[in-house]
């Protein structure tokens, strides 16, 4: 039987550089997987060749059994796979509704002249995303800011807005780019419990990169640690912190 | 064969005012992001402050050679202090439509101070001719070509080896690096304008002699895009590269296609070249980073 | 704050915010209906220009203000539905059929020249347009057997089924069109394809991991905002009853961007607002060029001036007034003072004022500042 999700023998290098240099490793549906390791270990340029922004050197990226390595950015969407981003890409000048409603994008079966002649379809279908995007904002409490543009929110809530709206995508598997990094401890403890909360309730399959280590024992089921490009360390969170390599890459030993 | 060289050379003359003019393009957009429209205007303005100081007042050439730089080369401060400053972290189509704003305003005051009438300057190149063999060329060009290589000349000298010219280099490359390392880049942003004004003059007072001195001639400021764009908009020698393509291609479209290339020649090759390679020949294509 | 809050889902529907606001535009459409009958000619035929102007205000707020896209061209665009409208009339073809067929054709050059727009960002993107609306005039100039040059067209008077318009038929026409483009522009803001638009407008990565293929919008955006612009040159032509080459320069091109920089580069409002904005300029600067001189006479006399300084002072400012680049001055001063104290432009100050009559004592100006981005680098877009 096939994983999940699986990349093998990943490689990307940039210029001399090999930022990620022959990863493999493979996801269970339902899991709770981190990526670790020190800044520069690769983490984000390895988000950024799964959800196809970068484009690999070598090596294979399988979803459900289908090779998504030559797929564009918006196909992978299309298949599922949503993302936030470590320094938050939102549309700033748009209100959070607006933002979560991109979300639901690939939902969308109108083309451009039935929405310019507003025909009952296109109706049908907003109301429907309407639905669908209020039900995310009451899973993350987000309603009292509707209405409120980008711009106007507290940094926190940015971060809760863009898990929202990748929530709206309907993904089956979420990667979030340091979900924690820029928020207190309250919030980093609410963050905790939604990604448990998505993971749960809503069966979403999580692929996160986090540097918060008590974040990471308390949701991962798995942690896979990257130092210089390569894997150093693979298993739950207690092996991988004990692991020697670990414990020394962290020390600068 | 003849005709074909003497085309190319005439090309390269004009090319290099357009290179002038991508110059100064270049060295504003390379430090402020910002790409001033105006910088056809501004060459414009150089060109009759020339003829202010040359045919109304009468002075010696090199003399009101100087003093126009002079004079330019405050105004580009000004300019910069007045119009840019104001607005420097605006989205960059805001700041682009300000200097094209910029542009109009000193089009029209040009109109009003000096008329609408073409005008001529004497230089002690007028008229003059150099013979290599057969091939006959106008000293007002070559003047042209030997300037412009002086001119890199002196800019490669200024970057390389003058404090401001180092910590120009410095706020071009990394701003916010630039600031924390004490370089005052808000005066930094003056002074390129001012170094970008003086290039734009020299390139106005080198093109007076062989066109006329008009109002329209900021339109050439326009065929110093395609230029810029050919040299990928970063890079000086770029530029120059870029501007001596065009002139060429211009010249050349001129003389061996029937009417009408001439004028949108520089525009067909800067599509083409956008197509194939949309960060230009010299350019580098950098990825955003998330 | 606002008052209205949304209690169903299908409220999103209504086309107005609120019934107040559905009553004023039920006020300014029965203004409209009555203007021919109330105003005089002068003023109808300067309203057609602002209505022409406006349908362009929305095709570049489509472009510029919703998808972030750059054009410094559409004036190729205007010409391009204004030469399709003069050649097919001399056809025979009826008024309607063009309208539609400038409109497509139009639309179908705008999406050719999204096509570069796919790799080119920002300021390259403006220079490509730039080129592209050189090269449609000089093959409007050259291509003579079609266009007859330099020389230019005559377009018949409109008509419509046979029935001549007549100023006011030509004026309600434009009225029509312009209601028709706002509703289309409404509908596609409020639809996967608006909120496809924003998205590419403020962060293209995150677009294409929401799913959006950018690629295809921006085309899309491009071509919507040809096929108005087109529509629009139709209108044009026949209100100037005659096009040539020059009609279609660099500096009509800069009048577009200005109408949506000057009324505000978010909102269909906006672009409204400074179509009425920019169409003013005209007679304002009849009036000055009448007034000033006068003026400051009076007022040198009234401070008795010395005769030859006064003299002075008068030469100059007739000279000033009487420039031929006396407009163009105007322009560069409106768009260097707009953007550096009203970045939001009229819209955005009509929302501050609307904002301090509802909030009265409360209100106070930092809340609806302008963000300023400052050293915010686009280079790397």
């Known amino acids: 039987m096939t994983a999940y999700f699986e990349v093998k023998n990943i490689t990307i290098k940039f210029g001399g550089l090999t930022a990620v240099d022959n990863v493999s490793f493979d996801i269970a549906e339902g ?167 998505i993971n749960n309730r809503l069966g979403v399959t999580v692929l996160m990169v986090e540097h918060d280590m008590s974040l990471v024992s308390r949701v991962s089921d798995r942690v896979l640690a990257l130092n210089y490009g390569r894997a150093m360390a693979l298993g739950t969170s207690e092996e991988v912190q004990s692991h020697p390599d670990v414990v020394a890459a962290y020390l600068g030993a | 064969m003849l005709d074909f060289v003497q085309q190319v050379i005439g090309g390269i003359a004009l090319g290099c005012v357009y290179g002038l003019i991508a110059l100064g393009f270049v060295l504003i957009y390379k430090a402020t992001e910002v790409v001033n429209f105006a910088q056809g205007e501004i060459m414009m303005l150089g060109a009759f402050l020339s003829f202010t100081f040359i045919a109304t007042l009468g002075l010696n050439y090199w003399f009101a050679f100087l003093l126009c730089v002079i004079s330019m080369a405050i105004l580009g401060a000004v300019m910069e202090r007045l119009v840019v400053r104001p607005i420097l972290g605006y989205p960059q189509f805001s700041i682009v439509m300000a200097t094209i704003g910029l542009g109009l305003v000193i089009r029209s005051l040009v109109g009003i101070i000096w008329g609408t009438d073409d005008l001529r300057i004497e230089t002690p190149f007028t008229g003059g001719v150099v013979r290599v063999g057969s091939l006959v060329l106008a000293q007002d060009s070559l003047s042209i070509i030997v300037a412009t290589g002086l001119l890199c000349v002196i800019l490669y ?130 990825l955003k980073k998330v | 704050m606002s008052a209205h809050v949304k209690t169903s889902y299908q409220q999103s529907e209504q086309l107005f915010p609120s019934r107040a606001a559905a009553f004023w535009y039920a006020i300014l459409t029965a203004v409209m209906i009555a203007a021919p009958f109330v105003i005089e000619p002068y003023y109808l035929s300067q309203l057609v220009f602002v209505l022409i102007y406006a349908i362009v205000g ?105 029935l001549k318009l007549g100023p006011y038929g030509f004026f309600y026409l434009c009225l029509g069109v312009t209601v028709l483009v706002i509703l289309a522009a409404i509908n596609i803001i409020r639809s996967p394809t608006g909120r496809a638009f924003l998205a590419i407008r403020d962060s293209e990565t995150a677009a294409r991991s929401m799913g959006i293929d950018t690629a295809r919008y921006k085309t899309t955006a491009f071509a919507i905002s040809a096929a108005i612009t087109g529509t629009a040159g139709v209108l044009y ?17 800069i009048d577009f961007v200005m109408i949506i920089i000057i009324g505000g580069m978010l909102s269909l409002r906006g672009a409204v607002f400074g179509a009425i904005f920019m169409i003013m300029v005209d007679p304002m600067l009849i009036v000055v060029k009448d007034k000033v001189p006068q003026m400051t006479e009076a007022a040198m006399q009234a401070i008795h001036l010395a005769e030859p300084v006064a003299r002075t002072i008068q030469a100059g400012v007739v000279r000033v007034v009487g420039a031929p680049g006396l407009k163009s001055l105007i322009f560069g001063l409106i768009i260097i003072l707009f953007i550096i104290f009203e970045p939001m432009g009229l819209d955005g100050r009509w929302s501050r004022v609307k904002a301090y009559f509802r909030q009265f004592p409360l209100y106070r100006p930092t809340s609806a500042r302008a963000q300023r981005m400052f050293l915010k680098s686009e280079r790397n877009r």
Request: aromatic share 10%; hydrophobic share 50%.
């Open chain 1, 31 to 197: 899991e709770i997987f981190t990526i670790i390791g020190p800044n520069g270990a690769g983490k984000t340029t390895l988000f950024n060749l799964i959800s196809r922004l970068y484009t690999p050197n070598a090596g294979h990226i399988i979803f459900r059994g289908e090779d998504v390595t030559k797929l564009s950015a918006q196909q992978i969407a299309g298949r599922g796979i949503a993302r936030t981003f470590q320094n938050i890409e939102l549309f700033e000048s748009a209100s959070t509704l607006q933002n979560l409603l991109v979300g639901r994008h690939r939902h969308s079966t109108t083309s451009t002249w039935q929405d310019i002649l507003r025909l009952k379809k296109v109706r049908d279908e907003e109301v429907a995303h309407r639905r669908a995007v209020e039900e995310v904002m009451d899973v993350l409490r987000l309603q009292k800011y509707r209405d409120t543009p980008i711009g106007g929110l507290p940094y926190g809530v940015r971060k809760v807005v863009e898990v929202a709206r990748a929530l709206c995508v309907g993904p089956s598997l979420l990667l979030l780019d340091e979900p924690s990094s820029g928020l207190n401890v309250e919030e980093t403890d609410a963050m905790a419990e939604w990604i448990l909360e």
């Open chain 2, 157 to 286: 000298a200024f970057f390389r080896f003058t404090r401001v010219g180092i910590a120009m280099q410095a706020t071009s490359q990394n701003m916010l690096a630039a600031y924390y390392m004490g370089i005052p880049v808000k005066r930094m942003f003056s002074l390129i304008w001012s170094l970008s004004a003086i290039v734009a003059c020299c390139a106005g007072i080198l093109l007076a002699p062989i066109t006329f001195i008009h109002a329209n001639l900021g339109f050439l400021g326009i065929k110093a895009f395609p230029a810029a764009v050919l040299g990928g908009f970063g890079s000086i020698p770029g530029a120059l590269a870029g501007g001596i393509t065009i002139g060429i291609v211009e010249s050349l479209s001129g003389f061996y296609l029937p009417e009408g290339f001439k004028d949108v020649a520089a525009y067909v090759v800067l599509l083409a070249v956008l197509l194939w390679r949309p960060q230009g020949l010299f350019g580098s294509n950098a």
């Open chain 3, 58 to 162: 929305i095709a570049m707020n489509i472009l510029s203000g919703q998808a972030g896209q750059v054009s410094i061209g559409h004036a190729a665009f205007l010409a391009i539905g204004a030469y399709t409208a003069a050649i097919s009339a001399k056809y025979g073809i009826p008024l309607p059929v063009y309208l539609v067929l400038a409109g497509a054709f139009t639309g179908l050059i705008g999406y050719l020249v999204g096509l570069p727009a796919l790799r080119l960002h920002g300021i390259y993107l403006a220079i490509a347009t730039l080129a592209f609306a050189f090269i449609v005039e000089e093959v409007i100039t050259r291509w003579e057997h079609v266009t007859n040059g330099n020389e230019g067209l005559m377009l018949p008077p409109p008509a419509l089924f046979g």
């Open chain 3, 237 to 253: 032509a026949h209100k100037l009853s005659y096009i040539s080459p020059e009609m279609f320069s660099l500096s009509v091109s």
